[in-house]
Each structure stands twice: as C-alpha cells, then as structure tokens.
C-alpha cells in the first residue's frame, strides 16, 4: 500500500493502520491474483542498491494507467514508520510495516514469517532504517506492497528478496 500523506503526522500513521486492516486484501488473494502473471522480471535487472526513485517511477506508472500491472522487481529504503502486529493468513503468518521512501510516499512490506531467517517478530521497530528487495504488485491503490521479501525463488518469481534493518539481514 502506497500512503501519500506527512509520513511525521499522526494521522498518517493512523490512515496507514486503518488502510492495512480495512482494505488489503489477504495474501492469499493476491497470491493467486499473482499466479495468473505471466510476465516475468527479468532477473539481470534487480537492482544492486537502494534506488527509491526508479520505485517512485514504477508506482506513478501503475497509478496512472489501467489493467493489469505486471509485479516489479523493487530496492527501496528509509525510516520505518509503523509496525504493526503478526497476522495469520492461509498461505502463513506475516509480519507488515511500512517504510518511508521519500516524497511523501510510505509503501507497505510484507514478511513471510514463515520463510524467513528472523527472530521472533517483530524484528523491526518504528524509526529503524530498512532497506528491502522485493516484488512490488499493484492492485489497485489500495492494495499494493512489497513482498517476497524472503530467500528462496518460486516458479512465479525468480528473485530472492531480503529486508536488512539497521544493518542486520533477514532473508
């Protein structure tokens, strides 16, 4: 979920829990939404940095046009501004926060708990600094993140991610 608003103010934070509980579909949906893609990321093109610019691009593009959007591999970081609890789903438990990428624009991270090498979640806190390779899907702006954020590849994604936080990764 991309949140356009002060990412300081305290209602932003508030329209950010509000949007993640209300609105996002689960992951299981957009995990069969997804396996429906059959275009996939050229892998030579992940990213070796942080490059929230070309995110920022790629999320005007997927706002501005309609139909299908294909997912993106994505390198973003920034302060973290809002954790919020573990949550069950059908494909397992996942960890959310979202990570302040500048303009005033935070986009939400998904962590497969499951998958990852991590301790104990939460293993992030509001005001630590994350840097996150992922797959950014767009499904309407509502419903929109960063996800396989964990080691390992699938026969829908070709890309392993990571979140490193404050220096420590987790895969």
Same mark, same amino acid.
């Given at each position: 979920m991309? /949140?356009r608003?002060?990412?300081?103010?305290?209602?932003?934070?508030?329209?950010?829990?509000?949007l993640?509980?209300?609105? /996002?579909p689960?992951a299981? %949906?957009?995990?069969?939404e997804?396996?429906?893609? #059959?275009?996939?990321?050229?892998?030579?093109?992940?990213?070796?940095?942080?490059?929230?610019?070309?995110?920022?691009?790629d999320?005007?593009?997927?706002?501005?046009t309609?139909?299908r959007?294909?997912d993106?591999?994505?390198?973003?970081?920034?302060?973290?501004i809002? *954790?919020? #609890?573990a949550?069950r789903?059908?494909s397992g438990?996942?960890?959310?926060f979202?990570?302040?990428v500048?303009h005033g624009?935070?986009?939400r991270?998904?962590?497969?708990?499951?998958?990852?090498? %991590?301790?104990?979640?939460?293993?992030?806190a509001?005001? !630590?600094?994350? !840097?996150?390779?992922?797959?950014?899907?767009?499904?309407?702006?509502?419903?929109?993140g960063?996800?396989w954020?964990?080691?390992?590849?699938?026969? @829908?994604?070709?890309?392993?991610?990571? *979140?490193?936080? @404050?220096? #420590?990764r987790?895969?």
């Amino acid at each position: 979920m991309v /949140a356009r608003w002060r990412t300081g103010g305290a209602i932003g934070l508030a329209m950010a829990l509000v949007l993640q509980a209300g609105f /996002a579909p689960s992951a299981d %949906a957009r995990s069969r939404e997804r396996s429906r893609q #059959t275009e996939m990321p050229d892998v030579a093109s992940v990213p070796s940095t942080c490059d929230d610019a070309r995110f920022l691009s790629d999320v005007e593009a997927a706002e501005s046009t309609t139909g299908r959007h294909p997912d993106r591999v994505e390198h973003v970081c920034g302060r973290v501004i809002a *954790v919020s #609890t573990a949550k069950r789903t059908r494909s397992g438990w996942h960890g959310y926060f979202y990570v302040d990428v500048g303009h005033g624009v935070s986009i939400r991270i998904v962590s497969d708990l499951d998958r990852m090498t %991590a301790p104990s979640w939460p293993w992030v806190a509001k005001g !630590d600094q994350a !840097d996150v390779l992922g797959r950014y899907y767009y499904d309407s702006p509502r419903s929109q993140g960063i996800d396989w954020t964990h080691h390992g590849t699938g026969r @829908n994604w070709p890309v392993e991610g990571y *979140v490193i936080v @404050n220096g #420590t990764r987790y895969q």
